[in-house]
């Protein structure tokens, strides 16, 4: 059981970036996914999910506009593109099975995350 993200580094603020996440070893046509952050001295923030039944997604009001989560039910893949980005964006990024109420919980199954540096 596995998840792998990808894709992070640094750019300046009104760049973008674009993050996969490779998961295995479950049945992850079937699991809520997410993408959660975690800032230099704060918690995990839950970022934006995808529904597994109808593919719907849904967002954090801070990233509404600027991210898109995608997946890919073939191949395993999670991917996040994030567009617009601010310096308030940086933090560590990591794809977690579950939702916006249980994907940012430490008992979350999650990666080790992707580094993202948004910094003139």
């Known amino acids: 059981v596995q998840l792998v993200e990808s894709g992070g580094g640094m750019v300046q603020p009104g760049g973008s970036l674009n993050l996969s996440c490779a998961a295995s070893?479950?049945?992850?046509?079937?699991?809520?996914m997410s993408w959660v952050r975690q800032g230099p001295g704060k918690g995990p923030e839950w970022v934006s999910q995808?529904?597994?039944?109808?593919?719907?997604?849904d967002y954090a009001e801070d990233v509404k506009g600027r991210f898109t989560i995608s997946r890919d039910t073939v191949k395993n893949m999670l991917y996040l593109q994030m567009t617009n980005l601010k310096p308030e964006d940086t933090a560590l990024y990591y794809c977690?099975?579950?939702?916006?109420?249980?994907?940012?919980?430490?008992?979350?199954?999650r990666g080790r995350g992707t580094q993202v540096t948004v910094s003139s």
């Open positions: 977690a099975r579950g939702n916006k109420d249980t994907a940012p919980l430490g008992s979350a199954f």
């Open positions: 070893g479950f049945a992850f046509s079937r699991n809520f």
């Open positions: 995808i529904n597994p039944i109808n593919g719907r997604p």
